[in-house]
C-alpha cells in the first residue's frame, strides 16, 4: 500500500498507519514587497458613493412603490457633494483606494502578455489606512487641499447632470506593492507600473475607463524605476 502525505518545514502533515510513504514537499509563496514613489502626471480626480447617498438608495428600496408619491425634491447641496466624494481616513488624510493601483496594474497586464488571473493571485497592495466611513483600504495621497471641480455628465438614462467632485492637479503617493516572487519579478512589478500610469490611469476620467473613453486624469509616473 502507498499512502501519499504532505510535509510542512521539514515535519509529516500526517502519518499513515502503515505502508510506504511518498513525501510531497510543498514549497511555500515567495511573497516580496517592492516600493515606488508615483508622481502624477496628470490632475487626479475622485468620485466616492457618499453615505448619504447610500442611505437615500436604501430608503428608495424600503418605500417601494410609495417612493415618489407626493414627495418633494429637496434642494440639492452641491458642497456637500464635493466634502463627501473624497476618501478621508481614520486620521484625516486624503487617500486612493488601494485596489485602483491593484486593477490598473492588472489590466494593464494585457499589454505584455501576462496572464491577468494570475496577477489577480499575485499582485497586492498594502494600505496606509482605512476610510473613515466604509472602512475602504486607502494609500495616503501626498497632497494639498483639493480643488472644486462641476462637471456635465449624462446619467445611466442620458439625462444630464452635474457632477461635483475633489480634483488635485498635483499629487504623489508612496506605494508598497506585495508580489509573488514565483510568477513576477521586481523588474516585472516595475514595469506594469509604469504602463499602468501611461496608458490606464486611475480614478475620474482615466483613459482606461470602463464607460468613457476617459478625460486624461489619473495618470502617473514611477519615479524610481530603477
Known amino acids: ?20 510513504v511518498e513525501r510531497i514537499s510543498i514549497s511555500p509563496p515567495r511573497f516580496q ?3 515606488l514613489l508615483l508622481l502624477g502626471t496628470a490632475p487626479y ?16 428600496m424600503e418605500a417601494g412603490s410609495t417612493a415618489k408619491k407626493g414627495k418633494l425634491r429637496t434642494p440639492r447641496d452641491f458642497e456637500a457633494d464635493f466634502q463627501q466624494a473624497a476618501h478621508v481616513s481614520e486620521d484625516g488624510w486624503y487617500g486612493v483606494p488601494a485596489p485602483a493601483f ?23 497592495i498594502k494600505a496606509d489606512g482605512l476610510d473613515a466611513e466604509d472602512g475602504t483600504p ?10 472644486r471641480s462641476e462637471m456635465i455628465a449624462l446619467n445611466s438614462t442620458g439625462v444630464p447632470d452635474i457632477r461635483v467632485r475633489p480634483m488635485w492637479r498635483t499629487w504623489s503617493v508612496n506605494l508598497v506593492v506585495t508580489f509573488d516572487a514565483d510568477q513576477f519579478t521586481a523588474t516585472d512589478v516595475t514595469n506594469l ?9 486611475i480614478g475620474e476620467g482615466r483613459p482606461f475607463s470602463k464607460k468613457s473613453y476617459g478625460l486624461g486624469f489619473g495618470l502617473f509616473e514611477v519615479a524610481n524605476p530603477e
Open 102 to 124: 491593484r486593477c490598473a496594474a492588472i489590466d494593464a497586464c494585457r499589454m505584455v502578455g501576462f496572464q491577468m488571473t494570475r496577477a489577480k493571485m499575485s499582485l497586492f
Open 193 to 201: 507600473f509604469i504602463r499602468a500610469g501611461q496608458q490606464v490611469g
Open 45 to 60: 480626480m475622485q468620485s466616492r458613493f457618499s453615505q448619504k447617498a447610500r442611505r437615500k438608495m436604501a430608503e428608495q
Open 33 to 35: 514587497h517592492a516600493r
Open 1 to 20: 500500500m502507498t499512502v501519499t502525505t504532505a510535509t510542512r518545514n521539514g515535519q509529516d502533515i500526517a502519518t499513515p498507519a502503515g505502508g510506504a
Open 138 to 147: 486607502l494609500v495616503r495621497l501626498i497632497v494639498d487641499e483639493p480643488e
